[in-house]
């Protein structure tokens, strides 16, 4: 048998490879070939000399992030902040995509597509001149319309940070649940009906068929969506942490996180190498705990490991 060339092997596969390139091109632009700038991390950058002729100072940069005294701060920050919002933003988006589940074929079509899209409009809201609208001492609706209701004293929300942890909490959870949500009911409307009529048969409740198929159905995706967060666990959302807080020098010890803290580092110094050491930094950090989170699930359950 003639052995074929490789055009003749891969020609119908020619479309599919041509609609890849635009995606690869991306790939290759915004997260490959910027890897190249690793080396200002170990660099003290002088404008006029250019990257490669700046003198290299070793670890110097990454000394930064280890020995100021807000290292534990910061650091705490992130990582405490982010455990919180994937475990209740993971339950919250679960709950309603389930109460969304259970709602289907009880209203109207129209109302029910409403219904969907609520949590992911109100989502789209959350922004920090929302929350300063809620939250400013003079003019702010909570100080105004609620505390002022019963008669409570207005509160200077950003001269108080024992507040703080539950506001970016729940500004957080507000912000990024319907968008979670809307992933898990696209996975629940997925999993196979007959598996409820099957339950349903057997005698199972309606509690018992969330617990028993519902839940387990979400169950790859659970892992997948929890996963990639924990990749991410020590960065922080700039907005939420900079921004909602008004930058208030009486909130840092609860509102500054790795991210917040290097940039003002950055504004204050212009240190390019300190503020790359960190993204450096965060990237290793994130991989290892992917890595080790993804081991850990393969030793439960080989399918539902990313890898």
Same mark, same amino acid.
């Given at each position: 048998m003639k052995k074929q060339s490789f055009i003749s092997r891969h020609k119908r596969f020619f479309p599919l490879y041509l609609m890849m390139i635009p995606g690869m091109l991306? %790939? !290759?632009i915004n997260n490959y070939i910027p890897m190249g700038g690793i080396i200002i991390a170990f660099? $003290?950058? &002088?404008?006029?000399?250019?990257i @490669? $002729?700046?003198?290299?100072v070793e670890l110097s940069n990454f000394k930064y992030l280890f020995t100021t005294n807000d290292a534990y701060i910061i650091t705490r920050n992130t990582i405490l902040y &982010? %455990? #919180?919002f994937i475990i209740l933003g993971t339950a919250m988006a679960i709950f309603i995509a389930i109460m969304l589940n259970e709602l289907k074929g009880k209203l109207s079509k129209k109302v029910y597509q409403t219904v969907?899209? !609520?949590?992911y409009l109100?989502?789209?809201v959350v922004v920090s001149y929302l929350v300063n609208a809620m939250l400013a001492t003079e003019t702010g609706f909570v100080n105004n319309s609620i505390l002022g209701l019963f008669g409570a004293e207005a509160v200077s929300w950003y001269s108080e940070p024992k507040y703080w942890p539950f506001i970016l909490v729940i500004v957080n959870l507000w912000k990024n649940f319907g968008y979670q949500s809307i992933i898990y009911y696209a996975t629940v409307v997925g999993l196979d009906a007959g598996l409820y009529e099957a339950a349903a048969i057997d005698g199972a409740t309606r509690w018992q068929r969330i617990v028993h198929v519902t839940l387990p159905g979400l169950r790859p995706t659970i892992i997948t969506l929890t996963l990639m967060s924990v990749g991410r666990i020590f960065y922080s959302d700039f907005g939420l942490f900079y921004q909602v807080p008004m930058d208030s020098g009486p909130l840092f010890? #609860?509102? &500054?996180?790795i991210d917040t803290y290097v940039y003002r580092g950055l504004m204050q110094s212009n240190n390019i190498g300190m503020s790359s050491a960190a993204g450096v930094y965060q990237s290793i950090v994130g991989c290892l %705990? #992917?890595?080790?989170? &993804? @081991? !850990? #699930?393969?030793r439960f359950s080989k399918d539902d490991a990313l890898f």
């Open positions: 991306y %790939l !290759v660099k $003290q950058i &002088n404008f006029r000399k250019g @490669f $002729q700046s003198p290299w &982010n %455990l #919180v969907i899209l !609520v949590p109100i989502s789209m010890d #609860v509102t &500054n996180t %705990l #992917v890595l080790t989170a &993804n @081991f !850990v #699930v393969r």
